[in-house]
């Protein structure tokens, strides 16, 4: 596997993790439109979501990750791929809800987070070994 192969998942997961939490923020209120009948309702929320500049530029961010995602699907294993992105992504979302939130992680997120690093330590030193 080549570095820069690793550096692209690293970077896929940062954007995924940083920009779900913003998502999140995004889309808040969407709960509360209404609109009679499913086809309808379905629109509004559309609607209201893509007017929402806070859902949208996180919303084009990801995607631009995932198109990134999809190209080194190409390139890597997938069986490395997408485990490096999602555990990235996952410790990147973690951190970034916990500052957002303005709250410090506790002992079982910081003892999580570990173990998925730990994780992704082993499969990276077992691609780059081959």
Do not use: D
């Amino acid at each position: 596997m080549k570095s820069g192969e690793v550096w692209g998942m690293l970077i896929v997961g940062l954007f995924w993790g940083a920009t779900t939490p913003f998502l999140e923020q995004g889309s808040e209120g969407v709960e509360k439109v209404q609109a009679r009948g499913f086809f309808n309702k379905a629109v509004a929320e559309l609607r209201y979501i893509l007017t929402r500049w806070r859902f949208v530029v996180p919303f084009l961010i990801n995607q631009s990750a995932s198109l990134v995602f999809y190209y080194l699907l190409g390139q890597a294993e997938i069986s490395v791929a997408v485990p490096i992105c999602n555990c990235v992504a996952f410790v990147i979302t973690s951190m970034v809800e916990a500052y957002l939130h303005g709250r410090r992680p506790n002992m079982y997120t910081i003892l999580g987070t570990a173990l998925v690093l730990l994780g992704l330590f082993v499969s990276l030193r077992a691609a780059t070994s081959k």
